[in-house]
């Protein structure tokens, strides 16, 4: 449906800023989450595909027709195309029903009516339709805003930083609602996060981006579990990293520069392949604790699903049954 074709931008000739020589495919039904640290040039990749900005070099492809830069035509960006930024543009003190209506022509109003209202419903804000937007939380309004870009029938849905101004307990919430709206209506949704949470728990591909450069763009399970640069895995899970020197002090043999593993994948149990370690700080998370061990100086952090079954100052037993070598 996207094809992304060789695309460059710089914002600064000095200096690094933008994006530089990207490429990859978005099939039609597809969230693909666009993960990377604070400029890193998520957004401008982003505003790139919308046609939000004029690009240096290269194209983006949408249904094989090329999308055109805000220098070509009237309006900037795509029509089969919606963004939702994260102050979401929304008129604060008319009512949420009036928000999203006013997207809709008056030519049929009983069929505007009827669209304002499904879309309402399938975002779960139907008792809201009353209410101010001034008098609503960040998630309502998070929601009033997508609402507001999907009732025009698109077929792409842009999302820059989402939930960066909704609580945890509405995240999850958000989160399964948009992806439930996307395999129930076909939506393309393309979403910017710094948080790579948000693409592990949400996206069928994710594309991460470092300085401008594109690492890696594949399902999340392949991202996660064989990272092709350290970045990666330090963006997707907190990976443990160390160097050479300190891999060997572990006792772990390595051709490469470094070792890198995720806390999950260090397991505190007593085999033949086992180090002893001692228990420097517990870190509760919940369900599970985090702990910091430390071996000949080196620290690494290991999981443990049993809370409270080792203490600080604790001996444990740990084998770290897999490595990635960098």
Do not use: C
Not at 42 to 54: A, H, R, V
Not at 271 to 280: A, H, L
């Amino acid at each position: 449906m996207i094809s992304v074709k060789n695309l460059t931008k710089q914002h600064q000739a000095e200096q690094l800023s933008g994006i530089n020589n990207i490429s990859f495919n978005i099939a039609k039904g597809e969230i693909v989450a666009i993960i990377g640290e604070s400029g890193s040039g998520k957004s401008t990749l982003l505003k790139s595909i919308y046609g939000l900005l004029k690009v240096d070099a290269g194209e983006v492809m949408f249904n094989e027709k090329r999308v055109k830069g805000p220098d070509e035509q009237l309006i900037p960006g795509h029509p089969a195309m919606r963004m939702v930024t994260q102050d979401f543009s929304l008129n604060i003190y008319a009512k949420v029903y009036d928000n999203i209506a006013s997207m809709l022509s008056n030519t049929n109003v009983a069929l505007k009516q009827q669209k304002t209202m499904e879309v309402m419903e399938q975002l779960h804000i139907t008792a809201l339709k009353d209410k101010k937007i001034i008098e609503l939380s960040g998630g309502e309004q998070q929601r009033v805003a997508i609402a507001r870009a999907l009732v025009s029938n698109i077929q792409v849905l842009l999302l820059d930083e989402p939930f960066s101004q909704v609580d945890a307990i509405l995240k999850n919430q958000l989160r399964a609602d948009i992806k439930r709206l996307a395999k129930e209506t076909g939506l393309t949704i393309i979403m910017v996060s710094h948080d790579a949470t948000d693409g592990l728990f949400m996206a069928d591909r994710l594309v991460i981006l470092k300085d401008g450069e594109l690492l890696q763009h594949d399902r999340p399970k392949i991202v996660y579990e064989h990272p092709k640069h350290i970045y990666t895995a330090k963006m997707l899970g907190n990976a443990v990293i160390l160097n050479k020197k300190e891999a060997e002090l572990l006792g772990i043999k390595t051709v490469g520069d470094h070792v890198v593993f995720y806390p999950e994948w260090a397991e505190i149990k007593n085999n033949w392949g086992s180090r002893r370690f001692e228990v420097k700080d517990i870190y509760y998370k919940g369900f599970y604790d985090e702990l910091l061990l430390e071996r000949n100086g080196v620290l690494i952090r290991a999981l443990q699903l049993n809370s409270d079954e080792h203490k600080k100052n604790d001996h444990v037993q740990v084998n770290i049954g897999r490595f990635l070598e960098f």
